[in-house]
């Protein structure tokens, strides 16, 4: 008798389980189609022009002033793309237990190599001209992935 109750109890469980699936699933639906139209025209607009100086990110984070800091974590940066005004300062300060560096991924003239950039040091460059500055930990990433960031140069 206490067996056969045990198995009634667990069929129970597993009908009331599999309710509660298909009910998600039903509700799911509906919201999805109606989502469908309305975002198909955004991917149209989003695909024109800012094939020459790299795309905006779409997490890019509006920092306002001329004193913008960027943490240097292990292993990301944070916020790891940023939006400032021409002729802001972005100090990155190294706050992880370990060695990075900061390099652009097109052209040059600012970034730290490892030497620089320890635990606790901080490295700094002005952005004077309007663009999207991509850059990377060698250490922790490649120029497209793992540890990398973006500075986005542009008139609030
Ligand atoms: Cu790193």
Do not use: K
Request: glycine content about 18%.
């Amino acid at each position: 008798m206490l067996g056969r109750r045990a198995t009634l109890a667990m069929l129970a469980l597993l009908l009331a389980g599999v309710g509660a699936l298909a009910a998600c699933g039903g509700g799911d639906d509906d919201p999805g189609s109606g989502d469908a139209g309305g975002s198909s025209d955004d991917g149209g607009l989003a695909s024109e022009g800012d094939e020459a100086t790299g795309d905006v990110p779409d997490d890019v984070v509006v920092m306002d002033g001329t004193d913008v800091r960027v943490q240097s974590l292990d292993n990301t940066f944070r916020a790891p793309d940023i939006q400032v005004q021409p002729g802001a300062t972005v100090t990155w300060t190294n706050d992880g237990r370990n060695e990075h560096d900061v390099l652009p991924v097109d052209g040059g003239g600012w970034g730290v190599e490892v030497e620089g950039f320890q635990p606790g040091a901080t490295y700094q460059h002005t952005f004077t001209e309007p663009g999207v500055y991509d850059y990377y930990c060698s250490i922790h990433g490649t120029t497209s992935a793992g540890m990398v960031g973006t500075v986005v140069v542009a008139e609030g």
